[in-house]
């Protein structure tokens, strides 16, 4: 069992940034990929960013490369989003999800574990 709890999010301007953390409670938080999943009203979750349980690859959705960066500590149990160059097209609530799976996932449906979700409204 992974307890996934986030901060961060809020409000920010067109261009702006914003950063998400993702603090876990299983001593196992090393073995897990983690993912980072968006949704926003009316539309399905969607996939954003996921990074490998040794950090050492990560895989971003296209609307997310070059703006996004996925990272962890695996010593503090903590998964990282920092946002950049925000669009108002960003604004949804922010999941991170741990999964167990020997790939890196795109698919909401393999994670195991999902955290609380964080409001993120991008304003132009």
């Known amino acids: 069992q992974v307890r996934l709890v986030q901060s961060g999010g809020g409000l920010v301007q067109a261009g702006g940034s914003l950063g998400l953390s993702c603090a876990a409670s299983s001593p196992t938080f090393g073995r897990y990929n983690m993912g980072w999943f968006r949704q926003a009203p009316g539309k399905e979750r969607e996939f954003v960013a996921a990074?490998?349980?040794?950090?050492?690859?990560?895989d971003y959705a296209d609307a997310a490369k070059g703006r996004f960066t996925i990272s962890r500590d695996n010593a503090k149990n903590l998964v990282f989003l920092q946002m950049n160059s925000l669009k108002p097209e960003d604004t949804a609530t922010y999941y991170c999800a741990a999964d167990l799976s020997e790939r890196l996932e795109t698919s909401a449906r393999e994670y195991d574990y999902w955290g609380q979700g964080t409001q993120v409204t991008v304003f132009s």
């Open positions: 990074i490998s349980w040794s950090g050492g690859s990560t």
